[in-house]
C-alpha cells in the first residue's frame, strides 16, 4: 500500500535562511509526487509535482522539491525563507499501480514557522 | 473563477442529527473526492467519484455516504451524526489524469456535540 511520512510536525528558520521540509513515500510502483500549502483557514493549494524526468521540480512561490528514488524521498525547498511562507505543508502521493490510482494519499502534515 | 465551492462552511450538530455537505466545482472536472483533516492525522479519504452517476469508497467510510448525481456536484451526508465526526470537512476534485494535481475547496466545519 502508498503511504507518505512526514517525519517533522513542526520546523522553524528565521527569515532569509534556506528551509527544507521532508517528506518520503512508499509505493509498489512509480510515484507521482505532490506538495501542498494550507495557509490558516483555507483550504489546500497546489505547489508543485513529480511526474517524471527532471529530479528538481520547481513551484510556486519560489519553492523547488528534490526527488530522490534511492532514498524514496521528495524534500520540499526554498533557498530564502519569508515569513509568508509560514503555514502548513502537506506531502501527498499517487501510486499509479495501485486500484484507485487517482487518489491521492496525505502525509501528516508540517507546521512551518518563519521567525523573523 | 469560483473553482471548488463548499457549503456550508461551519456547522454545529447535536448526536444523532443528520446534514449534508455540498461541494460543487466549475472546472468540468471528472474525478471529485471528500477528505477529512484532523489534527496530526493529516487528510484522510471518506469517498471519491470517477464520474457522474459514481461513487466508490475510500480511506474512512464509515458513516458517511455520498452522491453524484450531477458531473459537478458531489455531495457527503452524515445519517446520524456523532462526536467522532467533528472535523474539518475538504472537498476537492480533479481532471482525472494521473498527474493531475487536486483542487480543494476552502473546508467545512464541523462540530458535533
Known amino acids: 500500500a502508498q503511504s507518505v511520512a512526514q517525519p517533522e510536525d513542526q520546523v522553524n528558520v528565521a527569515e532569509g535562511n534556506p528551509l527544507t521540509v521532508k517528506c518520503t513515500y512508499s509505493v509498489s510502483g512509480n510515484p507521482y509526487l505532490f506538495w501542498y500549502v494550507q495557509y490558516p483557514n483555507r483550504g489546500l493549494q497546489f505547489l508543485l509535482k513529480?511526474?517524471?524526468?527532471?529530479?528538481l521540480v520547481k513551484g510556486s512561490y519560489g519553492f523547488e522539491a528534490e526527488f530522490n528514488k534511492s532514498q524514496t524521498s521528495f524534500h520540499l525547498k526554498k533557498p530564502s525563507a519569508l515569513v509568508s511562507d509560514s503555514a502548513l505543508y502537506f506531502c501527498a502521493v499517487r501510486d499509479i499501480k495501485q486500484t484507485g490510482a487517482n487518489n491521492l494519499f496525505f502525509g501528516t502534515g508540517t507546521r512551518l514557522t518563519v521567525i523573523p | 473563477n469560483a473553482g471548488v465551492t463548499q457549503t456550508p462552511k461551519f456547522r454545529v450538530l447535536k448526536t444523532g442529527q443528520s446534514m449534508t455537505l455540498l461541494c460543487a466545482q466549475d472546472m468540468n472536472h471528472e474525478y471529485m473526492y471528500w477528505y477529512r483533516q484532523d489534527p496530526g492525522m493529516g487528510l484522510r479519504l471518506i469517498h471519491y467519484?470517477?464520474?457522474?452517476?459514481?461513487?466508490a469508497k475510500g480511506e474512512v467510510p464509515d458513516g458517511y455516504n455520498v452522491s453524484r448525481l450531477k458531473k459537478q456536484n458531489f455531495l457527503l451526508g452524515l445519517e446520524s451524526a456523532a462526536p467522532s465526526q467533528t472535523s474539518v470537512y475538504f472537498c476537492a476534485s480533479s481532471s482525472g489524469g494521473l498527474g493531475t494535481e487536486a483542487f480543494f475547496g476552502q473546508g467545512t466545519r464541523l462540530t458535533v456535540v
Open positions: 513529480y511526474i517524471t524526468g527532471d529530479n
Open positions: 467519484s470517477v464520474g457522474e452517476g459514481t461513487t
